[in-house]
C-alpha cells in the first residue's frame, strides 16, 4: 500500500466531497473511511484511477451516513446524485482547501489551526507548540473549529492572510521539525504568488527560499544539527538564493511593509553574508525592532536578543533576554550562548542541558547536550 499516493490524494478528494455540498466535518469523516477502504481492497485489486475510486467511495459514505442521520435530512435533499465513477481531474485542489478552510465563520487563528490539523498533516501537539499554547488547549480550539463549520456549505472562500499564516507554520514546522513539509509549503507558495499580486504573499515565498537554500549545510553527514555560524556556505543553493532575494527586493520596493518581508530581509542578510564573521547584525537588529512593531510575537524579541548580543556584545544580549519571559522556547538556549560568549562557562553549561531537556526534537536536544558536554570538559 502508497501510503505516500494516499496521503497526497486526500486533499483533492476532501476539496471535491466540499465542493459538491458535503459540510467539512462529514467529508472529513468519509474520506477517511473511503482511506481505510483503500487500505484494505487495493492490494489485492488495485483501481486504475485511484482518486476517481476514492471520490466515488467517499461520496457514497458521505451519502450513508447523510442518510443515517435525522437531524440531517434537510441536506439529504440538496443530494441530487452521486458522481459517476470515473477518471478524476487531475489539478491540484490542496490550494483551494487551505482557503475552504480559513472560512469567515472562524476566527484567524481558529482557521490556521483547523487547517493545520485537516489538511496539513501536523499533530494538535505540533500545531500547539507553533502557536506556544497546552496541547489541551489547542486540541479544545480545533475541536470548537470543527463544530463551528459543521454543517456549513463550503462555498465562501477565506483571507489571503489566513492562508499565508498556515503555510507559514507548515513550512516552519517541515524546516526545523520532524516532518518534512517544507518543499511542499514551498510548492503553494508558488502557486499563491502567481495568482495574488500582493508583497506579503511574495515576502513570504522568498522567506521560505531564503532559508531552503540553506538547508542542506544545517545537518552533518551523522545527522547533527550544524549552527548557521559553523555551516559550509558552499553547500548553500545559490540559485536559490539569488531568486529570494530578487523577489524580496521587488516587494520591498512597493513600501508595503509586512512581518513576512521583514522576516526574508533578515534571513537575506545571513544568506548574502561571505562568512559567519562578515553577517551585518546591526541592521538585522534594525530589522527585528521592524519586526517587532509589526507583531507581538516574543519569539521575534528572543532571537532580536542573540542579534543584539552579536552587534553590541553579549552583555548587550543578556539585558535584552532578561526582558523576556523564560517559558519562552528556546530561551535557555539563547542564554547559554550568551554566557558563553561572555566568559561564563558554568554557567552556559547548566543552561545548555537545561535546555536539552526542553528541546522539541531530537537533532536539537543532541545538539544542545554536546554543547553542554564540551564546556563540562573545559571547566
Known sequence: MDEVLLRDLTPGVLAILC?????FAAAEDAVQDALLDAVRLWPDDPPRDP?????TVAWRRFIDATRAD?????????????????????????????FLCAHPSLTPSSAVALTLRAVGGLTTRQIAQAYLVPEATMAQRISRAKR????????????????????????????SGDVDL????????????????????????????????RRDARTADDGALVPLADQERSRWDTQLIAEGDGILQAAL?????????????????????PTAGETDWVQIVEWYDELARLTDNPVVLLNRAVAVGEADGPRAGLAALAALDESLPRYAAVAAYLHERDGDLPTSARLYADAAHKAANLAERDHLTRQAARLNNLI
Not at 162 to 170: C, D, K, M, P
Not at 183 to 207: K, N
Request: overall charge negative.
Open 253 to 273: 520596493a512597493r513600501d508595503r511593509l509586512g512581518e513576512f518581508q521583514a522576516q526574508a530581509a533578515i534571513a537575506a542578510l545571513h544568506a548574502d553574508a
Open 182 to 213: 517544507a518543499g511542499e509549503a514551498i510548492r503553494l507558495a508558488r502557486q499563491l504568488a502567481a495568482s495574488f499580486d500582493h508583497p506579503e504573499v511574495a515576502g513570504l515565498l522568498a522567506l521560505m527560499l531564503l532559508h531552503h537554500a
Open 51 to 55: 482518486k476517481g475510486w476514492l471520490v
Open 19 to 23: 465542493r459538491r455540498g458535503a459540510d
Open 148 to 175: 463551528t463549520v459543521s454543517g456549513v456549505r463550503f462555498g465562501q472562500p477565506g483571507d489571503v492572510a489566513t492562508v499565508l499564516r498556515v503555510l507559514y507554520l507548515i513550512f516552519n514546522e517541515g524546516y
Open 70 to 98: 435525522a437531524s440531517r435530512r434537510r441536506r439529504e435533499e440538496r443530494i441530487e446524485e452521486e458522481p459517476a465513477p470515473g477518471p478524476a481531474a487531475g489539478a491540484d485542489d490542496t490550494l483551494q482547501l487551505y
